[in-house]
């Protein structure tokens, strides 16, 4: 493509005549969430952004794993797994629990999994 298509293609996105339409711009502002809860709708989204926590979180939709389990599964070190979990964590997209020794991995709720299997319908479509 060159600039000049580019240019044109753009010119025709953009209205030519500037207007508001009071009635779909009163019905979203009434309708918009608070910045703060899309901020943290947008830090969901940065977490779930990068390829190893997609496949842990994907991983983990199957089966309870501990840090052993996924390193094995992803073909990275424990320490490298143990990194992106306790980000999983903090974002409280996964939780914990001891049995012993080990410590076993899990979503933290089915609103995760959902969000994933949405996710993935949208990209086969």
Avoid: P, W
């Avoid at 947008?42 to 199957?62: C, E, Q, Y």
């Avoid at 840090?67 to 070190?77: N, P, R, T, Y």
């Amino acid at each position: 493509m060159n600039i000049c298509s580019y240019i044109y293609t753009m010119k025709d996105e953009i209205c030519q005549i500037e207007c508001i339409h009071t009635e779909s711009v009163e019905k979203v502002n009434r309708s918009l969430g608070k910045s703060s809860d899309l901020q943290s709708l947008s830090d969901l989204f940065k977490m779930l952004g990068d390829h190893t926590r997609i496949r842990i979180i994907n991983a983990l939709s199957i089966s309870e794993l501990c840090v052993c389990d996924l390193a094995c599964i992803l073909k990275m070190s424990q320490s490298a797994v143990s990194h992106q979990l306790r980000i999983l964590r903090t974002g409280k997209l996964i939780r914990f629990r001891k049995e012993g020794k080990n410590v076993f991995y899990s979503l933290d709720d089915e609103h995760i999994s959902n969000i994933v299997d949405q996710g993935m319908a949208h990209i086969m479509e």
